[in-house]
């Protein structure tokens, strides 16, 4: 005869005064917070003992076997202390010597029941309550098992050396992006993919018909966004290519597709038509034209000069879930997330070393912003090359001699799909659970 699934709450208090899980502790005299050791799978000093508690709560409560994977038990373990009111107050995950997790005890309910009681006398509100709360747990579950191969939690180390791929290392100078420090990155940056081999980037998806009905509609939606989101990240891998627009006095002189998932540097050689793959780098070469358009000889012949001094130019490249950028050449080159920068804080692009310029969790906080009725996230970088940006004057980037636009086309994919569906359309459970789950891996 099976056993029947004990409560959570009364169970936890009982593994907690017990002391029989390293880590497992009260960290306060009222037995009101409690740590957990949370140490990531891929650390060098990660062992059986860290995901005791979780296996432990995966063998009374049918959630998971002994003998299953130890990332699912932790997954059921947080998403049943969240459907039963628990709370962090402090996650110190990716701390080198203790990863931890601080919880709070849910106050209504200290003795084990539910925070509304186990009457049948429930109002209509509280079965409500008590169903959504059931449906919400389920649907974290299954979205997490779709998670599962989403690793983009930081690495063992706070700071990693940039470095090829070993199938790149031998066409890799190491001196073009290794021996540089990046905090909080992966080893290895994306490898270069051809476009039409591999694994594919996503595609824009159709819109529902108009006149569809509207829960359908917005669940289609849903759904799309998060295979697109899928797509986007795949393990701790941000896949995307590029769209580069270059701006000579806020006018376009040049647009080209970067199909390379590793990234691209800015040059200034003329006889580049086109983007054309450095196989010592793996990043592709993109070239500022000449300014024979321009009408006004001075303002041509000061571009003309900061084209000259571009030398190895501006590198932007996606390492693990970040785009990076790097100054190569003499021109010093300045950035932003906003075309309309008012902030009046130039900020450079770091010469020294990749420099972070966008964290792909930045795009999920953004997305999940949105949806709670907030701007949506910014799908691109703006580069102004050897003038100030943003303007310390509050001067706009139209009247910047060169300002290059860098499109990150799966941000822009994603960014279309939730402005042309409205906000509304993505006020999904099942969504914001998957983004609040992503952001938590991040």
């Known amino acids: 005869m099976s056993h029947s699934k004990p409560l959570l709450i009364p169970w936890l208090r009982s593994q907690v005064d017990s002391g029989r899980y390293p880590g497992v502790a009260w960290t306060n005299p009222q037995h009101t917070e409690f740590c957990v050791p949370w140490k990531h799978a891929l650390r060098q000093d990660s062992s059986r003992v860290d995901v005791l508690i979780f296996k432990a709560w995966a063998e009374v409560s049918g959630n998971g076997r002994a003998q299953g994977d130890p990332s699912v038990w932790k997954r059921n373990f947080r998403s049943a202390l969240r459907a039963k009111g628990f709370k962090l107050v402090?996650?110190?995950?990716?701390?080198?010597?203790?990863?931890?997790?601080?919880?709070?005890?849910?106050?209504?309910?200290?003795?084990?029941?539910?925070?509304?009681?186990?009457?049948?006398?429930?109002?209509?509100?509280?079965?409500?309550?008590f169903?959504?709360?059931?449906?919400?747990?389920?649907?974290?579950?299954?979205?997490?098992?779709?998670?599962?191969?989403?690793?983009?939690?930081?690495?063992?180390?706070?700071?990693?050396?940039?470095?090829?791929?070993?199938?790149?290392?031998?066409?890799?100078?190491q001196g073009v992006i290794g021996g540089h420090v990046l905090p909080e990155q992966q080893q290895y940056p994306v490898a270069f993919e051809d476009a039409v081999g591999g694994v594919g980037l996503p595609e824009q998806p159709a819109y529902?018909?108009?006149?569809?009905?509207?829960?359908?509609?917005?669940?289609?939606?849903?759904?799309?966004?998060?295979?697109?989101m899928s797509k986007t990240m795949v393990g701790d891998h941000f896949k995307t290519q590029f769209r580069v627009l270059v701006y000579y006095?806020?006018?376009?002189?040049?647009?080209?597709?970067?199909?390379?998932?590793a990234g691209l540097r800015l040059v200034y050689r003329p006889e580049l038509t086109q983007p054309v793959l450095d196989h010592e780098t793996g990043l592709f070469l993109v070239s500022l034209p000449r300014p024979v358009a321009m009408l006004d000889h001075t303002q041509a012949n000061l571009t003309q000069r900061i084209l000259d001094k571009l030398g190895q130019g501006l590198e932007v490249g996606v390492s693990g879930p970040v785009v990076y950028g790097q100054r190569l050449g003499e021109i010093k080159a300045f950035w932003s997330l906003c075309k309309f920068d008012h902030s009046r804080q130039p900020q450079e692009v770091s010469k020294l070393e990749p420099q972070p310029l966008y964290l792909f969790k930045d795009f999920v906080r953004g997305m999940l912003d949105f949806i709670t009725g907030k701007e949506c996230p910014p799908c691109s970088l703006y580069f102004c090359l050897g003038e100030k940006w943003p303007d310390p004057d509050n001067?706009?980037?139209?009247?910047?001699?060169?300002?290059?636009?860098?499109?990150?086309?799966?941000?822009?994919?994603?960014?279309?799909?939730?402005?042309?569906?409205?906000?509304?359309?993505l006020h999904s459970v099942e969504l914001q659970i998957s983004l609040e789950e992503m952001m938590e891996l991040c």
């Not at 006095?249 to 998932?261: A, D, H, I, P, T």
């Open 249 to 261: 006095r806020g006018v376009k002189v040049s647009e080209q597709l970067v199909e390379n998932e």
């Open 395 to 425: 001067r706009p980037l139209e009247k910047k001699l060169i300002t290059v636009e860098v499109v990150l086309t799966s941000l822009e994919i994603l960014k279309s799909m939730a402005v042309g569906g409205g906000a509304s359309s």
């Open 90 to 129: 402090s996650d110190n995950k990716n701390d080198a010597a203790n990863p931890h997790k601080v919880f709070s005890w849910p106050e209504e309910a200290p003795s084990g029941g539910l925070a509304f009681g186990l009457s049948w006398k429930w109002t209509k509100l509280e079965k409500m309550i």
């Open 131 to 173: 169903l959504t709360t059931r449906t919400y747990l389920l649907v974290s579950d299954i979205l997490e098992e779709c998670l599962k191969g989403m690793n983009i939690e930081p690495p063992t180390e706070g700071i990693t050396v940039f470095e090829s791929p070993p199938e790149q290392q031998q066409q890799h100078n």
């Open 208 to 228: 529902p018909m108009d006149g569809a009905v509207g829960v359908a509609c917005d669940q289609q939606m849903v759904e799309q966004f998060k295979d697109t």
